[in-house]
Nanobody, 115 residues
Framework: EVQLVESGGGLVQPGGSLRLSCAAS????????MNWVRQAPGEGLEWVSA????????SYADSVKGRFTISRDNAKNTLYLQMNSLKPEDTAVYYC????????RRQGTQVTVSS
């Protein structure tokens, strides 16, 4: 069974940092591009960032470019999202995903940016 388990969220002040992790299992992690999306309260899903299978190429939404860094450790089957200079508008539930694959159950991790 494919599983994605996000962790690392929490409450942080504006300007602070968090690192999210996504532990993957049930598939060959190293052969799939991965992504992060988020859902703010009352809003739809927003794509945040993506990374290719080998990790050589990354992409970011304009709203997070220069502040967030996506990375992966294929030996540990883990995806990361380093979030710096956090803003209140980054408040959301963050989900990791397998590029091009839908229907994977995820619980997400809550990030709240507030003073």
């Amino acid at each position: 069974e494919v599983q994605l388990v996000e962790s690392g969220g929490g409450l942080v002040q504006p300007g602070g940092s968090l690192r999210l992790s996504c532990a993957a299992s049930g598939f060959t992690f190293s052969t799939y591009a991965m992504n992060w999306v988020r859902q703010a309260p009352g809003e739809g899903l927003e794509w945040v960032s993506a990374i290719t299978a080998g990790g050589a190429t990354t992409s970011y939404a304009d709203s997070v470019k220069g502040r967030f860094t996506i990375s992966r450790d294929n030996a540990k089957n883990t995806l990361y999202l380093q979030m710096n200079s956090l803003k209140p508008e980054d408040t959301a539930v963050y989900y990791c995903g397998i590029a091009g694959i839908t229907g994977v159950r995820r619980q997400g991790t809550q990030v709240t940016v507030s003073s």
